[in-house]
T-cell receptor
Framework: AQKITQTQPGMFVQEKEAVTLDCTYD???????LFWYKQPSSGEMIFLIY??????QNATEGRYSLNFQKARKSANLVISASQLGDSAMYFC???????????FGPGTRLSVLP | NAGVTQTPKFQVLKTGQSMTLQCAQD?????MSWYRQDPGMGLRLIHY???????DQGEVPNGYNVSRSTTEDFPLRLLSAAPSQTSVYFC????????????????FGPGTRLTVL
């Protein structure tokens, strides 16, 4: 069963606008962590933001914020004031305590239009 | 700190050849892993290790071997390359002990682009 779902294969956003990238996850463990990574065309994986399952507040890192809705099992990434350099693949990932492994979604390709 | 290093960056093999992808980290991380990335499929776990001397299979282990003799190094061996193993390979590391109250993200190497003819 797929544990991480990203339903948007591709997204477009106008420069300076905000965009939301969707991520839903599936776990029965109450303790888990959710991650977002960015992969630009150069290929490297860049860690953006983290949300722990017990965090009461949504995580924020600069222009990135994570809209965490635990009951709905969703962890959407919000990028405010998009920049051309935000054009990249974005991966949502989850880590569960048992097994220690990370599970990645298929990714969303974001294109920022000038 | 160099972080996670991988060599080579690019490799072309013929079907049936064997090779080793090298991975090293200098952050004293217990957990290391290998992924392959194929278009539309995200990153799929090949093998992982939670410490020196301990390895286990991930989602797609067939055709690959690993060993972990030191904390720093985690090489991936392709035993007999096949065109289906054409992919981008990433090595990653993190702390093993997971706590939801701390980041403990994975740090990735730059990747190896492998083509099998």
């Amino acid at each position: 069963a797929q544990k991480i779902t990203q339903t948007q294969p591709g997204m477009f956003v106008q420069e300076k606008e905000a965009v939301t990238l969707d991520c839903t996850y599936d776990t029965s463990d109450p303790s888990y962590g959710l991650f977002w990574y960015k992969q630009p065309s150069s290929g490297e994986m860049i860690f953006l933001i983290y949300q722990g399952s017990y965090d009461q507040q949504n995580a924020t890192e600069g222009r990135y914020s994570l809209n965490f809705q635990k009951a709905r099992k969703s962890a959407n990434l919000v990028i405010s004031a998009s920049q051309l350099g935000d054009s990249a693949m974005y991966f949502c990932a989850m880590r569960e305590p048992y097994g220690q492994n990370f599970v990645f979604g298929p990714g969303t390709r974001l294109s920022v239009l000038p | 700190n160099a972080g996670v290093t991988q060599t080579p960056k690019f490799q072309v093999l013929k079907t049936g050849q064997s090779m080793t992808l090298q991975c090293a980290q200098d952050m004293n991380h217990e957990y290391m892993s290998w992924y392959r990335q194929d278009p539309g499929m995200g990153l799929r776990l090949i093998h992982y290790s939670v410490g020196a001397g301990i390895t286990d299979q991930g989602e797609v282990p067939n055709g690959y071997n690993v060993s972990r003799s030191t904390t720093e190094d985690f090489p991936l061996r392709l035993l007999s390359a096949a065109p289906s193993q054409t992919s981008v390979y990433f090595c990653a590391s993190s702390y093993s002990r997971f706590s939801p109250n701390s980041d403990n993200e994975q740090f990735f190497g730059p990747g190896t682009r492998l083509t099998v003819l």
